[in-house]
């Protein structure tokens, strides 16, 4: 059989790999590429394969980084099955469409400027449209639960513990009578993340294709960010202020709803209105709610205590979807909690908020994840002492705060514990999803560990196996 690394090799984003067994082709997660635009287009327009030739593909999570290149696989071709959870299809369902909202609006704006200095114009990359007919293709599968995406070739998801229905691939493959067995790690969450259960680590595999993002450093642990969620918020009300938080509308948002939850239920904060306001996040939540089976005990004992609640649902949560709603917000003087996308404040509802809070000094906004490089969620972080929001300037009079601790991804110490368990059986562990410098000090740290049959491979590179 071989193995073909056609994304995230050497690199974080467009996760990608064609298994060629028994003369049929299996796709594993199907990516989208980010980076500078050009590149993007061009990567994600031209696969490496021909999709109409692809026999079956399974999909690891719903991240855009693992699922975000399906609309042009679908458009170019492909018609076989995408196998998935319930969860992680129904998720990505609801963020194809959202990225291919962000394509269209991406080129309007493009396209405006070309129109001006009478330079062509370009084409989305797919549009909404293309993105609903993904939705036919995905046959979902339980986790554990054995299928069989090609000849010789059984299957199982196991829970990778990263975001809701995200899962490892477990393949069990027979290839003219030689059994092997590969496992894919898609992304590899974290023990004791909120909502939901901890990753499934590997018991043997003989090959192992396994994501290395943060192998170069350990994270906090998910406790410390409860903590400092808690003391922020509740120092932020006691001065009759407002609690503005950027969030990814899918996973983060969720995060922060449950905490907050725990806490009013709990009585350590007092009982404040909390608004979601993104209409992705909102949708998101409705998805949450309809996959309890991916809840953690704690999640569950939760649920069970509050009896008129769901876990991310109480009475003080109040989820807007129009804009009429969000715009009423603007007006209240009184002390509440307001989350709202993009979790990187670069675009949607949550510019109004800032732009509308930003000056009180009585306000804390709140940093919940890992910020980009020049986007204004950096510039907060960075404590830059002015900020421009749509086009004008603002001064930061209001707290800023970051809580650390709540990564979705595994970090170096965990990684290490996960690859350890295949070192007595794996002929070949291939490290994906990585910069060189954190793919290179977790291959270090397992050579200290005497595991050293580790490769690195380059993107579009293959090997026989
Ligand atoms: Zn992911």
Sequence with gaps: ??????????????????????????????????????????????????????????LSHAHIDHSGNLPNLVKQGY?????????TAHLANIMLIDSGHIQESDVEFVNKRNAKKGEPLIEPLYTQEDAALVAQYFRTVSYDQPFQPIPGV?????????????????????????????????????????????????????????????????????????????????????????VIIPAFAVGRTQEIVYFLHQMIESRSIPSVPVYVDSPLAVNATD????????????????????????????????YT??????????????????ISASGMAETGRILHHLRNNIENPKNTILI???????????RLADREPRVKIFGEEFEVK???????????????DFLTEYALRVKGSAKQVFLVHGEAGPAGALRAKLAEAGMTNLQYPEVGSSVEI
């Design 287 to 318: 998805i949450f709610k309809l996959h309890p089976e991916c809840f953690d005990e704690e999640t569950n004992a939760l649920i069970r205590a509050d009896k008129h609640h769901t876990a991310l649902g109480f009475d003080r949560l109040i």
């Design 154 to 242: 059984v299957a199982r998801l196991v829970d990778a513990g990263h975001i809701l229905g995200s899962a490892a691939v477990v393949l069990d493959i027979d290839e003219k009578g030689r059994k092997i067995r590969l496992w894919f790690s898609g992304d590899i969450g974290r023990r004791r993340l909120p909502l939901i259960r901890d990753p499934i680590l590997p018991d043997r595999a003989d090959y192992m294709i396994m994501e290395s993002t943060y192998g170069d450093k350990p994270h906090r642990e998910p406790e410390v960010a409860f903590e400092e969620l808690q003391q922020v918020t509740e120092r932020t009300l006691e001065r009759g202020g407002k």
């Design 398 to 412: 209001a707290e800023v705060s970051t809580i650390g601790g709540l990564s979705a991804h595994a970090g170096q």
């Design 321 to 338: 979807r129009s804009v009429e709603e969000s715009k009423a917000l603007n007006g209240r003087k009184d002390p509440m909690v307001i």
């Design 79 to 87: 018609r076989g099955l995408i196998y998935a959870t319930p969860a």
């Design 1 to 58: 059989m071989k193995i073909t690394f056609d994304g995230a090799a050497q690199t974080v984003t467009g996760t990608q790999h064609l298994l060629n067994i028994n003369g049929h082709s299996l796709l594993l997660d199907c990516g989208f590429f980010q980076g500078r635009r050009q590149e993007s287009y061009e990567r994600n327009c031209n696969f490496p394969f021909e999709p109409a030739k692809i026999d079956a593909m399974i």
């Design 368 to 378: 919940v994840s890992w910020q980009a490089p020049y986007t204004l969620g950096r």
